[in-house]
């Protein structure tokens, strides 16, 4: 890769260019936000420049574009103290549309009151069509935030940096804190934009094989058009404190948690140092991965080990994102009278590490991380580039020296060659001798959640009260005239678009070869993988009884993380940092393609190592595959304390998909069975297992599992690997292989699902949120059927243009959405303020599209949209994956295409009636979400309370 580092004469504006053989080019545009309140006003201000801008005075063009780009990435994103726009696209027309739209919003936006109104907050009747009802607030980012703000991990992450910070920028809530948004004035949002989002507060990247004359022609055009302006965002140093200090917030109690008496969180936090001195910082990682990362760091064993707590707090770790980096560890899930222990634990370890330091092993391992990360290939590789230089570049670190991992590699080796205490030395330096550091204490408050309510009550009151009759008319006229704008149809000429014609007919062909080695499948595929070997190993289930079949996941949690062949867990976590980029198990499940009764299930083993090391990774599958130990059971209560808390915190973070899931669970074999395994019913036993105090039932089905998936009776193998380097890794995978106990049955990959347990029906979860998280789910058809692909250009058709408008435009919600997979459609919503009206926006969208309320070039954005999705780059690792993993042929992928630019008009129509406007489907209706008085008195509607 070649970087260029420019500035440009008239303005300042910085750019960086990383040229690289790789068509999946990258953009972003990024400025230095640094609010000093927590009205949200940078973020506000990202969402309403995306609302149209004086080239394309549309309302919200960039919406619009996903539906006209085959964009592999498109997004705007808010940190702590910058802004960024970022798209990647292969098409070299495609970016350069992107580029016209993404520098004109950034620039020249319209910042409309209504825009602000819409995406910020605004007082309004709770039903706008009776201007009568009572006025509430509403507004995307600050339903978003109210979400945000929902999850006990985000109030402790959010008061960590606030309290550690506290002087300037990280004091406030950039995201913006439900309690300020409605202070935060029009004006304010406008002249926050003038003084943050101009040239000479902007940093510009582009990365990959397009031409950087034509980049830049167009960028320094645009610039020209702006003067240097005097402008100083920087954010100052924290002034160090001459002593530590403490602070303590609460939260609502977690119906998720396993033990209600342990729902404290306590973590030390270290200010460290600027983070533009780039080895420094470098030190600074390996110093705090050497501390907590891996079983056999020093954290992790007087910490988690002890089973104190369930896991580590929130914030533990090493965090380079703002102007001064910092070190946090701690405990959630401890008793409120362990607080003292845990931090006198904390004091200790670092004693001890200071007095032993640290295995020299172990430093191996993690430099042989950093040599396989970077020639491991992810497959958006400029936007994952533009992200890991952001907070770097944006306090002015030089960005071609944080990419040169080499001589911080080189540099590394020598201070330690040169000082055997050099580590050691670094740890009395950050963490002993650092008086800069705050210890948080987060415990549960019964009547946290009543109090926030009563609080927010109030603070609407007092807005409400304060409002003449003229402003109360005022607020009506201006909420009919939003409601207005959003059924508006509008002239999109002006956006520019790929067409249908311009897209590829044909898919990229993955190519594979398949043989069988020691009796087993094994798919291999030669690709350029940079020297990285990539091996799978697929272990079919057979039927299992629920008790043990719901175990599935817990056992994949803990394969890889347990002792084996007769060694401890630490040893086995030594050796796979030393040989492997990771070693990990997951539950597959998936419908037939053709055949929606039958469902594959099994165990996916997957791992990856340098070449060179590809003996060292099988040895180690090896010995799980021979000999696991389930006998540590203390190894076992941290491991399940570990998966039931990182489930129950999942829970506010991704409600929609756990409602989505349960909603399709009741309407096929595969969607009940992904549910068992990942759904709410999967966050409900996690917390009964971790309650228990008696594991040997547990266990004795875990080695019932082991028996029945370690071995080759049903494997099959996939191995992707340079073309050099293949020859012999078959010979070694054969090898492996023959050792295996058991004898290849080969069996078939698929087979019957069993009979559905429960009926189709309306499920509440009661959970201690602010918003719901909706779903809707109707049973269609599997991969092959010809009307598959008309259904999924139909999710996007409804998603884009008609969802989008009436739940979040109108509604407020955070997201929404409409999608097929598996043989299920699922309409869902995020973060969303209603339940009742969005299940009636799922409905009326039905009608809409059956009634043919769609034009043919919204039909053929939707398509677009589609073909974005299913053409995104994969990466040599990935290929093959589609056939091995669900048995999707390239003939079956060409096919589903095909149908895909042959769904027209009449078929979309006819296939929404069919499957979505027959009222005698069977549907299956979830929500995550407060107490609803509207499900608890319909009879229709079951409600579950974690307790």
């Keep these: 890769m070649t970087a260029v580092m420019l500035q440009h004469d008239k303005t300042g504006a910085q750019h960086m260019h990383a040229a690289r053989e790789d068509d999946n080019n ?14 949200g006003v940078p973020h506000i201000l990202e969402h309403t420049v995306l609302c149209g801008s004086e080239k394309y005075p549309v309302h919200d063009p960039f919406f619009k574009m996903l539906s006209r780009s085959l964009a592999t990435f498109m997004n705007a994103l808010t940190a702590y103290d910058w802004t960024m726009y970022p798209f990647s696209t292969q098409n070299p027309q495609d970016f350069r549309n992107l580029l016209s739209v993404y520098m004109d919003a950034a620039f020249r936006p319209l910042l409309r009151e209504l825009d602000f109104c819409q995406e910020g907050w605004r007082l309004e009747p709770e039903d706008p069509q009776n201007t009568d009802s009572p006025l509430t607030l509403k507004g995307v980012v600050y339903n978003e935030m109210k979400g945000v703000f929902s999850s006990s991990q985000s109030l402790f992450a959010t008061a960590a940096l606030n309290q550690l910070m506290p002087s300037h920028t990280y004091g406030v809530i950039s995201g913006g804190d439900p309690k300020c948004i409605p202070d935060l004035t029009w004006a304010q949002l406008k002249d926050f934009h003038a003084s943050h989002y101009h040239p000479s507060n902007s940093r510009f990247f582009t990365y990959g094989n397009f031409p950087l004359e034509n980049h830049l022609e167009y960028i320094g055009n645009y610039l020209n058009g702006f003067d240097k302006i005097s402008i100083d965002t920087t954010v100052p140093k924290e002034q160090r404190w001459k002593k530590p200090r403490q602070y303590s917030i609460t939260c609502p109690p977690d119906p998720m948690a396993p033990d209600p008496r342990k729902q404290t969180t306590v973590a030390v936090a270290y200010l460290l140092s600027d983070i533009t001195d780039t080895y420094e910082k470098f030190v600074q990682q390996i110093v705090c991965h050497l501390l907590t990362d891996g079983e056999t760091a020093p954290f992790y064993s007087s910490l988690l080990a002890a089973n104190i707590g369930s896991d580590y707090a929130p914030i533990t770790g090493f965090n380079d994102s703002t102007k001064e980096s910092s070190y946090a560890v701690g405990l959630q899930g401890i008793k409120k009278s362990d607080v003292k222990k845990v931090t006198k634990i904390i004091d200790h370890t670092l004693q001890q590490v200071i007095k032993e330091g640290f295995d020299p092993a172990r430093i191996e391992a993690l430099l042989h991380r950093i040599e396989l990360g970077q020639k491991h290939q992810t497959s958006n590789f400029g936007f994952d580039m533009s992200i890991g230089l952001s907070s770097h570049w944006n306090h002015d670190g030089d960005p071609v020296e944080l990419i040169q991992v080499n001589k911080q590699v080189e540099r590394f080796r020598k201070d330690l060659a040169d000082n055997p205490q050099f580590l050691q030395q670094k740890v009395q330096q950050y963490f002993k001798d650092n008086v800069h550091r705050l210890t948080l204490t987060m415990s549960p408050d019964a009547k946290y959640l009543a109090r926030q309510t009563a609080q927010e009550k109030e603070r609407l009151a007092k807005k409400v009260a304060s409002l003449s009759e003229k402003d109360r008319q005022k607020i009506i006229a201006r909420g009919q005239t939003l409601l207005q704008k959003q059924m508006m149809e509008e002239d999109l000429s002006c956006l520019p678009s790929l067409k249908v014609a311009d897209i590829d007919p044909c898919i990229k062909p993955e190519i594979v070869e398949t043989s069988t080695l020691a009796g087993v499948r094994v798919q291999y595929s030669k690709q350029p993988t940079n020297g990285v070997t ?4 697929v272990a079919s289930l057979p039927d299992l009884p629920k008790d043990v079949l719901s175990l599935v996941p817990l056992f994949c949690n803990i394969i890889t993380s347990i002792g084996a062949g007769g060694h401890d867990y630490r040893w086995m976590s030594q050796q796979q940092e030393l040989y492997t980029g990771g070693m990990a198990a997951s539950t597959q499940v998936s419908s037939h393609h053709s055949n929606p009764k039958y469902l594959q299930q099994g165990v996916v083993f997957s791992s990856n190592c340098l070449e060179r090391n590809l003996g060292k990774m099988l040895e180690l599958w090896g010995l799980i595959f021979s000999s696991p130990d389930f006998s540590d059971r203390d190894r076992l209560t941290t491991l399940i304390g ?3 808390s990182d489930l129950a915190s999942s829970v506010p973070q991704a409600g929609h998909h756990y409602a989505m899931s349960y909603a399709a669970s009741s309407l096929s074999p595969a969607a009940a069975l992904t549910e068992l395994f990942g759904g709410m019913s999967q966050v409900s036993l996690m917390k009964k297992i971790a309650e228990t105090s008696d594991l040997s039932e547990v266990v004795l089905k875990l080695e019932e599992i082991a028996s029945l998936v370690l071995n080759k009776d049903n494997l099959r193998v996939s191995v992707n690997a340079t073309p050099e380097s293949m020859s012999d890794a078959l010979k070694q995978v054969e090898s492996f292989i023959s050792t295996l106990p058991g004898e290849p049955e080969g069996k078939p990959i698929f087979s019957a699902g069993k009979a559905m347990e429960r009926s189709p029906g309306c499920t509440q979860f009661e959970l201690p949120f602010s918003v719901n998280y909706m779903s809707q789910s109707v049973p269609t058809v599997p991969y092959t059927h010809p009307d598959r692909p008309v259904l999924t250009v139909l999710g996007t058709l409804l998603s884009r243009m008609y969802l989008h408008r009436e739940i979040r435009e109108k509604g407020g919600a955070y997201g929404s959405g409409a999608s097929t997979g598996d043989g299920v459609f699922t309409f869902f ?9 969005t299940l009636k926006a799922f409905e009326d969208s039905v009608q809409w599209v059956t ?21 995104k780059p994969v990466t040599p690792g990935n290929q093959g994956m589609r056939l091995f993993m669900d048995d999707v042929t390239d003939e079956q992928r060409q096919a589903y295409r095909d149908l895909l630019f042959a769904v027209n008009r009449d078929s979309i129509i006819s296939v929404a009636k069919m499957y979505l406007g027959d009222s005698s489907r069977p549907r299956g209706t979830c929500c995550l979400g407060p107490a609803n008085s509207a499900f608890q008195g319909d009879s229709q509607w079951s409600v579950i309370r974690e307790q």
């Design 26 to 39: 990258a953009f972003s545009v990024m400025f230095r936000t640094t609010p000093m309140d927590s009205t």
């Design 851 to 871: 009634s043919g309320q769609f034009t043919n070039e919204e039909l053929d954005q939707a398509k677009i949209s589609v073909f974005q999705a299913t053409d």
């Design 829 to 837: 919503s995020y973060r969303d303020p209603h339940s009742t009206q």
């Design 534 to 537: 990539y091996m799978r190993l």
């Design 642 to 644: 570990q998966s039931a």
